[in-house]
């Protein structure tokens, strides 16, 4: 993987996989940052076939995405990039924490309560309302020693999570964006699960990552994660409020472990749990906490699942179902198919209406610290290069070679066929 070429926004990109011929993707969207630049392209021929490259310094992290397989690319330190298969069925689970005292009661007299933002008028879908400026929520990342260890480069592939969190809010016509504002390696030593290293964050006053309550209040984050290392069993854990209200800012905290964090979009499903998103009915029958329409969906009849569905209704039919890169939405398809069920019908599912109805409250979980020109992590578009000595390959009828054709290995990028992906997820 060529990094001057991501810096140049080449126009085409060729990626090496471990179990198939190369793919070619033409860049659909860039952005440039201090210290790196986020690439994505589509790949030619194949309008479902995504690839995401975020490049901190010279390492890549990011992911490839057909409609039947998902690769993870992760630096592995020096500018030498790995890719490997994650199959769906070889992830695990995740925990939510919702607890009885997570039920906080709205505030009659709270305008931002959440009888309010229940509201039969309200569609959760923001295209009605084209002059309302979309929130943005805040969001801080912590990390440990042990983590940063693991990682070729932990800032790049938990920018890349963020990034790709964005992306599937924009497949799915969430109108809210996450904005990076703070990332930092913390003193911890790590629980013996994710569970408890989840509420190590979250407690304040037990003296495990108390520096992370005074460092969201310093940088106004309105969600706080940490990323800690590779584990097997549960990919990650997250609080799940149970109403959409302003006082569950101490509900607003996830663990992701470090093998999970780039697999099927897992850490935009760990921050979905913070905006009440539910998995799929089949493994989560729960209603009505907040909402009738807040859980995944699953095609069984395709073979795909949304963004916070599980896969054990698709192996409970003998099959493995394929993550689509979205929230429910039945009023998008995939490949042809609805991405939910509408509320007209029973057991409806819909969790960009879930987000798009949550995001202003949490929003406003702190005060917004960060300058309103900080450029958020969505992507923009732009046709071309900056750089008039560097030729993009854009016209080109094949991308410049950066890897060998065997898929093995270069200086650079090497190719790991790990069929069984990571045994943990959610």
Known sequence: LDAKALRHMAGRVSVDLPDRA???????????????????????GDAWAQAQITLVGDDAAGFVQTLDAFYVIRPLGGGVHGVHRVDADALGGCGVDSPAENTIAADDDDDDSADDDTSDDDTGDDDDDDDDEAPVVDVMMLYDAAAEAESGNIESEIRAAVDDTNLVYENSGVAHRIRLVHLQKVDYEERTDVLADKEALRIDGDGLVDEAHELRDDYGADLVGMVVTSRVGLCGYADLPLTVNPANHVYAFSVTSLNCLLSWHLFAHELGHNFSARHDRFVDPTDNQPFAFNHGYVNLDEKFRTVMAYDQQCNSSGFSCEVAPYFSNPDLTYNGHALGIPETEAKPTDNRKTLNLAAPTLAGYRETVV??????????????????????????????????????????????DDESGCSCGC
Do not use: K, Q
């Open 22 to 44: 190369a793919m070619t993707f033409d860049r659909v969207a860039f952005e440039r940052r201090d210290n790196g630049v986020l690439w994505r392209g589509e790949a030619t």
């Open 371 to 416: 300058d309103s020109t900080t450029s958020t992590t969505t992507t923009t578009t732009i046709p071309g290069s900056d750089d008039d000595d560097f030729d993009d390959h854009t016209d080109d009828p094949t991308p410049p070679p950066n890897t060998d054709d065997g898929g093995g290995s270069n200086d650079n990028f090497r190719v790991e």
